[in-house]
């Protein structure tokens, strides 16, 4: 069963627009974590927020955690091409297990 | 420091058959946790292994089972394929607690036929 649900399914905006995906998780965490997943490869992990932090930024990204509605975003600003993508939220309900939502599909058109 | 990798990166298999995918997590990390990932059911979680031990396990039959070896190297062993196995298998490895940054392989993708 998935744990986080991301929105929307998929987004496709210009380069150098502003993407914003969110997602929705159901039971209390430690820490929620975005990825990147390029085309049916790896995971790469972009960004991980603790349950105490409320924003936290990595370069162009953005991410905020809102506890009491269980609910998460990432925002990448001044998007280009080479972030067109799918964006997984994942929490970890306990231990090292992680659950993922089902992911947006980012595209950047040039 | 070299990323966590995944042999084999590609996989034909027929139904019946068993396979076998190995990980090696990265440098000093003991924790290789596996991944299956198909376009319906998403990203679901195998199972866990820290020191050569299973910590936890997902919701997958008896005939996916895994194992790590002494210097934190993890192979997973999937028996009797059935058409739906037919995934990319994700590794991943942490340092070794709870809530870390996990890093994932590349992945092996597997078709059975």
């Known amino acids: 069963s998935q744990q986080g649900e991301e929105d929307p399914q998929a987004l496709s905006i210009q380069e150098g627009e502003n993407a914003t995906m969110n997602c929705s998780y159901k039971?209390?965490?430690?820490?929620l974590q975005w990825y990147r997943q390029n085309s049916g490869r790896g995971l790469v992990h972009l960004i991980l927020i603790r349950s105490n932090e409320r924003e936290k930024h990595s370069g162009r990204l953005r991410v905020t955690l809102d506890t009491s509605k269980k609910s998460s975003s990432l925002l990448i600003t001044a998007s280009r091409a080479a972030d067109t993508a799918s964006y997984f939220c994942?929490?970890?309900?306990?231990?090292?297990?992680?659950?993922f939502g089902a992911g947006t599909i980012l595209r950047v058109k040039s | 420091k070299a990323g966590v990798t995944q042999t084999p990166r590609y996989l034909i298999k027929t139904r019946g058959q068993q396979v076998t995918l190995s990980c090696s997590p990265i440098?000093?990390?003991?924790?290789v946790s596996w991944y299956q990932q198909t376009p319906g059911q998403g990203l679901q979680f195998l199972f866990e292994y820290f020191s050569e031990t299973q910590r936890n396990k997902g919701n997958f039959p008896g005939r996916f089972s895994g194992r790590q070896f002494s210097n934190s190297r993890s192979e997973m062993n999937v028996s009797t394929l059935e058409l739906g196995d037919s995934a990319l298998y994700l590794c991943a490895s942490s340092l070794s607690g709870e809530g870390e940054t996990q890093y994932f392989g590349p992945g092996t993708r597997l078709l059975v036929l």
């Open positions: 440098s000093g990390h003991r924790s």
């Open positions: 039971t209390s965490i430690n820490n």
């Open positions: 994942a929490t970890a309900p306990y231990g090292n297990k992680l659950v």
